[in-house]
């Protein structure tokens, strides 16, 4: 095993959304929850896009399941949301030490909205009892335009922290989950037997983290964080580089068969 500060909490991103699919996988084995149970759409969990939810009719009905997999392969912001909803905060944060109280996209979007910078404030200095009752008082606020997270890093002290190792455990643990391998993000699908992928991106933050199972069983987890609150990071380099990464074990798992 190879690291790199393996161990210092990130922002993340997106990436997050692996410590709510593991919440929801126990609440399902718990039976509280099932894969194929329906939940209509309520009009708080519409978030900013990515995603396509944002835009389907309230009250339209979804199964756990399509949520799962638009939340993981397409980052849909909105079916993120109505999980977390389902499975609650305190369930997810048992997976996010760092993430306290975790956020739903809505909350991180509100948050850094220029023109909440008074709850903002004051939910960066708060205790975890004080940030739930801003988190409650932010509900009566407005969502930014999308441009606002297009430009220069804004407030990336309001994300997810987590770190490498603990998306390598989420990771590890989901990857037996088909809808884990809907998008495989940089890896070539065909040099392996199994691809899962989750990563999660705005400016400033870029995470990529990769499951890689080769035809002999060898297994590789791969994950690399990126945070600049400063400017806006060359994603095209850190893509660059972790593909070769990739390559370079491809070619290794290849050399073993």
Not at 23 to 31: F, M, N, P, T
Not at 87 to 104: D, H, Q, T
Not at 160 to 182: G, P, S, Y
Request: charged share 25%; proline share 5%; net charge negative.
């Amino acid at each position: 095993m190879f690291g790199h500060h393996a161990d210092a909490p990130l922002a993340v991103g997106s990436a997050f959304k692996l410590g709510i699919l593991a919440a929801v996988c126990d609440a399902i084995e718990a039976g509280r929850l099932q894969w194929s149970q329906s939940v209509a759409l309520q009009p708080v969990w519409k978030s900013l896009p990515t995603g396509i939810l944002q835009d389907w009719p309230e009250g339209t009905q979804v199964t756990v399941e399509t949520l799962a997999a638009l939340m993981i392969s397409q980052n849909d912001n909105t079916a993120t949301d109505a999980l977390l909803h389902l499975v609650g905060k305190s369930a997810v944060e048992r997976y996010l030490p760092g993430c306290k109280p975790v956020l739903s996209t809505v909350d991180m979007f509100k948050l850094k909205n220029p023109d909440n910078k008074d709850l903002l404030a004051g939910y960066r200095t708060a205790s975890y009892a004080k940030r739930l009752a801003i988190l409650e008082e932010l509900k009566k606020r407005e969502l930014p335009e999308p441009g606002l997270f297009s430009g220069n890093p804004v407030a990336i002290d309001i994300e997810w922290f987590v770190t490498a190792h603990e998306l390598a455990d989420l990771i590890e643990r989901l990857q037996a989950l088909d809808l884990m391998t809907i998008n495989t993000g940089l890896a070539t699908k065909q040099d392996w037997q199994r691809v899962a992928f989750k990563g999660g991106s705005e400016p400033g933050v870029l995470n990529l983290t990769t499951y890689l199972e080769d035809d002999q069983k060898n297994r590789y987890t791969v994950v690399v964080t990126v945070n600049n609150a400063e400017k806006p990071l060359d994603e095209k380099f850190i893509m660059e580089t972790y593909q070769a990464i990739l390559s370079l074990l491809a070619k290794d798992a290849g050399k073993s068969r």
